[in-house]
């Protein structure tokens, strides 16, 4: 059975050894790389933990999902105005197709229904079959068609899920 924690300043080795898994693991379907992310400090992984805590609403809310202990997987979710977005969504090969993902989306679609989102927003890496099915039945809905990712060679769907009032 999969647990949700949020993520707090001192957990910062998680969300980091979280992130480069899931940027080695999907290269493409991330803003940023690897390589780059794995030059940071400690004080910067740290301190991309800290801002939450200090009531940043702009950093958003990082939650890890662990089976058995072990983390294995990482979502953000922020409010932006009457809207949530989630993002960095992320579940180890490991994990997947045994509801990790599913319990992971819920935990931030309760945090943004929770603070009055009207609905939550997040973007998948078009050709990713798998995350776009778990948003669909999660209740997202495809909106416009697929963008360009700057900098990369892929493009991203836009999604919603509306909370209603």
Same mark, same amino acid.
Do not use: C, N
């Given at each position: 059975?999969?647990?949700?924690?949020t993520?707090?300043?001192?957990?910062?080795?998680?969300?980091?050894?979280?992130?480069?898994?899931? %940027?080695?693991?999907?290269?493409? *379907? =991330?803003?940023?790389? =690897? &390589? #780059? #992310?794995?030059?940071?400090?400690?004080?910067?992984?740290a301190?991309?933990? *800290?801002?939450?805590?200090?009531?940043?609403? %702009?950093?958003?809310?990082?939650?890890?999902?662990?089976v058995?202990?072990?983390?294995?997987? $990482? *979502?953000? /979710?922020?409010m932006?105005?009457?809207?949530?977005?989630?993002?960095? /969504?992320w /579940?180890?090969? #490991?994990?997947?197709?045994?509801?990790?993902?599913? *319990?992971?989306l819920?935990?931030?679609?309760?945090w943004?229904? &929770?603070?009055?989102a009207?609905?939550?927003? $997040?973007?998948?890496?078009?050709?990713?079959?798998?995350?776009?099915? $778990?948003?669909?039945?999660?209740? =997202?809905?495809?909106?416009?068609?697929? /963008?360009?990712?700057?900098?990369?060679?892929? =493009?991203?769907q836009?999604?919603?899920?509306?909370?209603?009032?």
């Open positions: 059975m999969p647990a949700i924690r993520l707090h300043p001192d957990d910062w080795p998680i969300y980091r050894d979280l992130r480069l898994r899931a %940027l080695a693991d999907s290269p493409q *379907a =991330f803003g940023s790389t =690897f &390589a #780059e #992310e794995s030059q940071r400090t400690d004080d910067i992984w301190a991309r933990l *800290a801002a939450p805590a200090l009531g940043s609403h %702009l950093q958003g809310w990082p939650f890890a999902v662990e058995d202990g072990t983390p294995v997987g $990482l *979502a953000w /979710v922020k932006e105005g009457a809207h949530a977005s989630i993002y960095q /969504v /579940v180890a090969p #490991e994990a997947r197709g045994r509801g990790v993902g599913a *319990a992971l819920d935990a931030a679609i309760t943004a229904r &929770a603070r009055k009207a609905e939550v927003r $997040l973007d998948v890496t078009a050709g990713d079959g798998a995350a776009a099915r $778990l948003y669909r039945r999660m209740g =997202f809905v495809d909106v416009g068609a697929p /963008v360009p990712m700057p900098g990369r060679t892929t =493009f991203e836009a999604m919603v899920l509306t909370l209603g009032a």
